[in-house]
């Protein structure tokens, strides 16, 4: 007991103490490269995708592991700030400032998890907006700006201001896709694709990728509008995770291109402070935009599914006998056509009642009666070949079709069914034990019967069975 608890507790540290690690080092990669890149060591970074580590985090897991995920945040942003500002005080307030941001994020959104994804519905969009594009950056905006008038002189409405759009915008933009990395959508989502739609998918966000150079590194006239059109068609084709991947790739792209001074951001204004803003507010409209249109389509997709599903269901259910499990009448008539299209097969049908049905129904009772039909059935199946087809007309009554048979093959199948059924006796109550026996007829198909030619001809020689004396065989050749 005690070896298996402590292998428990070692599984536990071992678990946690792998998750902390990859939380501190994504979050100080992503917090270190982009206080390089964006920030002169003192203002606000123009653009945030750290937090979306630690939020993205948080979503794929229960609660007992957030504190191994927000402890190593903290010190992975106290660490960041270190390398690249110098200093720490402030730093670690910024920290605390992000923790409790993605706190309430995780908080209000997190709610939603195990029901619908991230872009799901238009519904659960709505959430993801206001708690990590309003909420949650708002709050930490708040005590941010705080920090960073007090530390490092910034005024406070700017700073607010740049905090707020820069970490909603790495949320928006950086969470859905971290999500689907984490809990394995992406992986799955390219398994359960054929090649085919996977080199579908990889040409357009290639596609993407390649628009978004072109538009940010070289053309000379303003052309943002053309990247709404690859989106929405990568939207269209790919889902939401291509929306993801998209809006990703092209938040990567500009915002390289608008850090080196390059592209049609740069090109409207040289102030830094300003292109950030431009190019915050750009990736703005690009998500408003397509994130309800990959949510409503999500939506209609697994309506579609789920009707699909339905559907499957009802026809399965029309088709199966909802007792036995072999074929219902509709059904087995349906497969009898369609088999007695080939002429040159030769075609047997069997009909099979269970002998004195009635008195058991009227000894026993009608759920003895079913046990006695589920039973017949189970023996049916075993004992026909793997072509052969057999299903349950309604009440006792039982049809077989052996396909490319004969009278002799037939009246042999017969002979097994019903020594099995009778090495098989069937409890009636807790004292009573009976044998079941059963009468077939037997009719061969000729060259322009339909399924009542044949079903007629098989019940005329099952009623010469039974007035034989049942429990035996009759053909009609």
Not at 84 to 110: D, H, K, Q
Not at 189 to 214: M, P
Not at 403 to 429: P, V, Y
Not at 432 to 444: D, K, P, Y
Request: charged letters at 15%; proline letters at 3%; aromatic letters at 8%.
């Amino acid at each position: 007991m005690y070896g298996r608890d402590n292998k428990d507790i070692q599984g536990f540290r071992r678990r946690y103490g792998q998750l902390w690690l990859t939380a501190a080092c994504l979050y100080f990669l992503m917090a270190a490269a982009t206080i390089h890149l964006t920030s002169n060591g003192r203002d606000i970074a123009t653009i945030w995708p750290a937090n979306a580590v630690l939020l993205a985090l948080l979503l794929v897991h229960d609660r007992s592991a957030w504190p191994s995920v927000l402890s190593a945040g903290l010190i992975a942003n106290a660490a960041a700030n270190l390398v690249t500002r110098g200093t720490i005080v402030g730093p670690m307030l910024y920290g605390l400032s992000n923790v409790l941001e993605v706190t309430v994020a995780a908080s209000v959104f997190g709610r939603n998890k195990g029901c619908v994804p991230i872009l799901g519905s238009a519904g659960v969009v709505v959430r993801f907006l206001l708690a990590c594009g309003l909420l949650a950056p708002g709050l930490s905006g708040f005590f941010g700006a705080m920090t960073a008038r007090l530390f490092f002189g910034q005024p406070f409405a700017l700073a607010f201001k740049t905090w707020f759009v820069s970490d909603a915008l790495g949320l928006l933009i950086f969470t859905p896709v971290l999500v689907a990395i984490f809990n394995g959508d992406i992986v799955r989502c390219f398994r359960e694709k054929d090649w085919i739609s996977r080199a579908e998918t990889f040409g357009l966000l290639a596609l993407a990728g390649v628009t978004a150079y072109l538009v940010f590194f070289v053309a000379h006239a303003p052309l943002l509008f053309t990247l709404f059109a690859p989106v929405m068609l990568i939207t269209f084709r790919a889902g939401r995770l291509g929306t993801k991947m998209a809006v990703m790739v092209i938040a990567v792209i500009g915002g390289c291109a608008t850090l080196q001074d390059v592209g049609p951001i740069a090109n409207f204004t040289r102030d830094h402070v300003q292109q950030a803003e431009l190019f915050q507010l750009f990736l703005a409209v690009l998500l408003l935009t397509c994130l309800p249109v990959a949510a409503d389509l999500s939506a209609r997709n697994r309506f579609t599914k789920n009707l699909a599903k339905r559907e499957k269901a009802m026809s399965l259910l029309a088709s199966t006998d909802s007792l036995t499990g072999l074929m219902s009448r509709s059904a087995f008539e349906a497969h009898v056509e369609h088999a007695l299209h080939d002429r040159a097969i030769p075609h047997v049908m069997v009909a099979i009642d269970l002998d004195h049905f009635k008195n058991i129904n009227d000894q026993w009772g009608h759920e003895a009666g079913d046990r006695a039909l589920v039973q017949a059935a189970q023996v049916l199946q075993t004992q026909i070949r793997s072509g052969d087809a057999a299903g349950r007309l309604g009440g006792d009554e039982f049809l077989l079709l052996l396909k490319d048979a004969s009278i002799g093959e037939a009246e042999n199948i017969c002979d097994r069914i019903r020594t099995a059924l009778r090495q098989n006796s069937i409890a009636m109550d807790g004292k009573t034990q009976i044998m079941l026996t059963l009468s077939c007829g037997i009719a061969s198909s000729r060259t322009a019967d339909t399924f009542q030619d044949l079903y007629r001809h098989a019940d005329k020689a099952l009623y010469m069975a039974k007035f034989a004396g049942r429990n035996t065989v009759r053909s009609i050749a």
